[in-house]
């Protein structure tokens, strides 16, 4: 079993609509939660963390962390066309500078 | 002004051919990585250095040895390729955090192994 697992996608959603991401993961000592953000032929680009629990929100991107359920959720709202990526969830212990990533979800966003 | 930088971009090679690929950031960061992303996007750590120091050698096989001159920059060396090691090698580094801060990573672009 991976740590971090993640629907691998595809996911075709119209412009406009709102996007939800998810991973769960297994290891109770993470603490770092980030989404990072892959498009094709580029290195991936963090786009939020959130430390332990909560919810943490960037203009239209949203991250939420459940340590109680073991599950990180990404939201887009308003997506546009740009957004068309794959993301990638990670999580971290504290001070590992170890990233484990899970496999990615890669999202289409439809004019 | 690239931040982290990656050569070659692409590397086509034979099976048992040794390559090399090198890695800078200019962002004076302490630690560095290397990355395997296979061709289901998968992400996972190979090696990562804190100031020229090893820190982080996951179950890689002995064939991939890692060499960090200085700070700046983490060179990937890898003898007797096989057809499996055929991926995506990102580089990324990233600054010594403290407790309850987290040291963000940065990525390269990518070096695309294919090994034949």
């Known amino acids: 079993q991976k740590e971090v697992e993640q629907d691998p996608g595809p996911l075709s959603v119209p412009e406009g609509a709102i996007v939800s991401l998810n991973c769960t993961y297994s290891?109770?000592?993470?603490?770092?939660f980030m989404w990072y953000r892959q498009y094709s032929r580029k290195g991936p680009e963090l786009l939020m963390y959130?430390?332990?629990?909560g919810n943490k929100e960037d203009g239209r991107f949203t991250a939420q962390v459940d340590k109680s359920s073991k599950y990180i959720s990404l939201f887009i709202r308003d997506s546009q066309p740009s957004d068309s990526a794959t993301y990638l969830c990670?999580?971290?212990?504290?001070?590992?500078?170890?990233?484990?990533f899970g496999s990615g979800t890669r999202l289409l966003v439809r004019p | 002004d690239t931040a982290v930088s990656q050569t070659p971009k692409y590397l086509v090679t034979q099976m048992g051919n040794d390559k090399s690929i090198k890695c800078e950031q200019n962002?004076?960061?302490?630690?560095m990585y290397w990355y395997k992303q296979d061709s289901k996007k998968f992400l996972k750590i190979m090696f990562s250095?804190?100031?020229?120091?090893?820190?982080i050698n996951e179950t890689v096989p002995n064939r991939f040895s890692p060499k960090s001159p200085d700070k700046a920059h983490l060179n990937l060396h890898i003898n007797s390729l096989e057809l499996g090691d055929s991926a995506v090698y990102f580089c990324?580094?990233?600054?010594?955090?403290?407790?309850?801060?987290?040291?963000?990573?940065?990525f390269g672009p990518g070096t695309r192994l294919l090994v034949l």
């Open positions: 990324a580094s990233s600054q010594e955090g403290s407790s309850g801060k987290l040291e963000t990573q940065y």
């Open positions: 290891n109770s000592a993470f603490q770092y």
């Open positions: 959130t430390y332990s629990s």
């Open positions: 990670a999580s971290e212990m504290d001070s590992s500078y170890k990233l484990i």
């Open positions: 962002l004076g960061h302490d630690t």
């Open positions: 250095y804190n100031n020229k120091e090893l820190i």
